[in-house]
């Protein structure tokens, strides 16, 4: 069998763990080869593959962020339109199987294929773990320790200077990243995309903890997150040319607020894409390894239009169309049982 695999999307530690572990499977246990199209939609588009091997070079890339295949972005229509030049280089290429790795947007473009009769099995990327469908994806296991490894340090400075920080960290439609790394770094308080917060609230709870005598005080945000409108007008920033909405830096906005409000000394980290680079964890370079190891043994069986999904401890099939249905976002019981630590 001769399979195919790309990234797409944004990047994410964890997917050359994912790319080894299809590449060692496929050629290790059923004697496949396996190639790569660079820069996601992008090279399969215009052709542009490279040989992957089963040797000591694919056994380096596991602790290795980034993708060794590139990825990039491409709009829904070119996409759509390129339908039968996709099909024609995967022909050309002798591809019997697409082993596409990325977010929502990619599954979906994936789930596409599959209805347009290309065998597809799915893999779910995002630090943002916000794929339906599966309990985690790779990547946020890293952005959380990196989160929270920021935060911890926050706290030192913050307490030596009796100052209220706001972290803001990535999370667009899901605050799960806030949420984990909040709850690891004792912060004293989580905004999510999901809940609405009033700033008048906010302030409220940052006053009495300083009145009862208390040095600091930890605010992690998600980058999506947003104000009650009644509270605070969060400036706009329109949409880019993926449909995405630009962000305008909620915590700084923010900050403003609370130091207007309460009259305390406020500073604005925002991580940024240091939460999406460098080494993947060790739990995201297993899950890794084995979504590609369950990727390839799903496409050797011809479990197609599926995607492969965490559930409890093991890795089990999805149809692609139970994947793309909705966002997983953070359930009202898993920001009230963190809320419990608020304050
Ligand atoms: O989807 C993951 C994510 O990290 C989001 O949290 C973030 O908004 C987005 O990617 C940023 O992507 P980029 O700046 O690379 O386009």
């Known amino acids: ?55 000591e070079e694919i056994d380096r890339v596991l602790l290795r962020g980034g993708t060794i295949l590139g ?30 790795i990325g977010g929502e947007g990619t599954l979906k473009g994936a789930l596409w294929l599959h209805e347009n009769g ?29 989160a929270t490894d920021a935060i911890d340090r926050l706290h030192t400075t913050a307490e030596s200077h009796n100052r209220v920080m706001v972290v803001e960290v990535m999370g667009r439609h899901a605050g799960w990243i806030a949420l984990h790394a909040g709850i690891a770094s004792g912060a004293h308080l989580t905004l999510v995309p999901e809940e609405p917060f009033d700033v008048d609230a906010v302030c409220k709870m940052m006053k009495k903890r300083f009145q009862r005598g208390d040095s600091h005080f930890i605010c992690v945000i998600a980058e999506g997150a947003k104000p009650d409108p009644e509270s605070m007008t969060l400036r706009e920033g329109g949409i880019d040319e993926y449909g995405h909405v630009r962000f305008t830096g909620v915590a700084q906005q923010l900050a403003v607020e609370i130091e207007r409000r309460i009259g305390k000394e406020v500073r604005t980290t925002v991580l940024g894409h240091i939460q999406r680079g460098g080494k993947p964890t060790p739990y995201d370079r297993v899950l890794a390894t084995r979504f590609g190891h369950h990727a390839a043994e799903a496409a050797h069986a011809g479990h197609f239009g599926s995607m492969v999904a965490l559930h409890g401890t093991k890795i089990e099939l999805v149809p692609l169309a139970e994947a793309v249905k909705q966002l997983k976002t953070v359930p009202a019981d898993r920001y009230a049982e963190a809320s419990a630590f608020f304050g």
Request: charged content about 25%; overall charge negative; glycine content about 12%.
């Open 71 to 100: 990825t990039g972005r491409l709009h829904p229509d070119k996409f759509r339109e390129g339908i039968e030049q996709i099909k024609e280089n995967l022909a050309n290429a002798g591809v019997d199987a697409l082993i596409p």
């Open 118 to 146: 290309i065998p597809v099995v799915g893999v779910p990327k995002t630090i943002d773990n916000d794929v339906n469908a599966t309990d985690y994806t790779f990547g946020f296991d890293t952005a959380v320790s990196v």
């Open 1 to 55: 069998m001769r399979i195919a695999t790309l990234t797409s999307g944004g990047d994410c530690p964890g997917l050359n763990a994912v790319i080894r572990g299809i590449v060692r499977t496929a050629s290790s246990e059923y004697g496949s080869t396996v190639v790569g199209y660079e820069d996601g939609w992008v090279g399969l588009l215009e052709d542009r593959r490279i040989q992957l091997y089963d040797d």
